[in-house]
């Protein structure tokens, strides 16, 4: 059971640069989220999505955008990107509902020099 | 909006020593608590949760956790801890005001030094 897959690992941009993240999920969840990890900030959501076809923004939504065409996939894109990027991203998907704990992925390493 | 608060940044024990690490959330209504670790490159897994019944959690490797809801607190203890607890601790609640997307603390750091 791979649970929450995400590549690449590790990736430099250039300033200016656009990437995506890719997602993938095989636990028919919902929900999905990205989400970015700072130091000493904890995680603060980037997008989320109840279901395919819907996206909603987060705290943290501006220089990205995400797409949900099937249950499975939630890539996040960045476009221009800038050193403010820099930062470890975190794909996660749960069932609906409070109770439901999130799967994380292993996260996205990414650089922007 | 709701928020969590984690009080402890960084936390530095010797093995056997107890843990406490504070949670708080700002949330009023129903709620549900989490608390997730991320061993050293790894990713975030669930360590125990609270949504109902009795307030005092039981999660995996010896850790609890107990819900005061007067208090808003969600506390994350151990007591004794060992050198493999070195991680970075998160609380994370889910709320219906949120559409229950989980919410997370800023992270505590522990070093367990052997």
């Known amino acids: 059971n791979a649970g929450v897959t995400q590549t690449p690992k590790f990736r430099i941009l250039k300033i200016g640069q656009s990437m995506t993240l890719q997602c993938t999920q095989d636990m028919n969840h919902n929900y999905m989220y990205w989400y970015r990890q700072d130091p000493g900030m904890g995680l603060k959501l980037i997008y989320y999505?109840?279901?395919?076809?819907?996206?909603d923004k987060g705290e943290v939504p501006n220089g990205y955008n995400v797409s949900r065409s099937t249950t499975e996939d939630f890539p996040l894109r960045l476009e221009l990107a800038a050193p403010s990027q820099t930062s470890v991203y975190f794909c996660?998907?749960?069932?609906?509902?409070?109770?439901?704990?999130?799967?994380f992925g292993q996260g996205t390493r990414l650089t922007v020099v | 909006a709701q928020s969590v608060s984690q009080h402890n940044h960084h936390v530095i024990l010797s093995e056997a020593a107890s843990l406490e690490l504070g949670c708080n959330y700002s949330y009023g209504g129903t709620v549900n608590l989490f608390w997730y670790v991320q061993y050293p490159g790894q990713h975030l897994q669930l360590l125990l949760k609270y949504f109902s019944g009795d307030p005092l959690v039981k999660g995996i490797k010896g850790f609890e956790a107990e819900f005061i809801k007067s208090k808003f607190s969600f506390n994350l203890r151990k007591p004794s801890v060992q050198w493999s607890d070195t991680a970075e601790y998160f609380c994370?609640?889910?709320?219906?005001?949120?559409?229950?997307?989980?919410?997370f603390g800023r992270g505590t750091s522990l070093i367990v030094h052997p």
């Open positions: 999505s109840v279901g395919a076809g819907i996206t």
């Open positions: 996660a998907s749960s069932y609906p509902g409070g109770d439901t704990e999130a799967f």
């Open positions: 994370a609640v889910n709320a219906p005001g949120g559409s229950y997307i989980p919410t």
